[in-house]
């Protein structure tokens, strides 16, 4: 369990305040699919669907980088 899941509609991380996913968040998520790397991506992507209905202002690049752009 943890306590940095997303605040929405604002996307922010209900455990430090900081837009989700945050730092702590981004670690135990590769640790969660640490064999399943292609999983975690589609796992991020659907996300990144949701964020965007929400976030209408915030351009597109920046989303990406945000939810699925650190998974490497």
Do not use: K, N, Q
Not at 17 to 24: E, S
């Amino acid at each position: 369990m943890t306590t940095h899941d997303p605040v929405l509609p604002v996307w922010s991380c209900g455990g430090c305040g900081g837009p989700w996913p945050c730092r702590t968040r981004r670690t135990e998520l590769r640790a969660e699919f640490e064999s399943a790397p292609v999983s975690l991506a589609l796992y991020m992507g659907s996300y990144l669907v949701w964020a965007a209905e929400d976030l209408t202002w915030v351009p597109a690049g920046l989303l990406h980088r945000r939810f699925v752009g650190w998974i490497r």
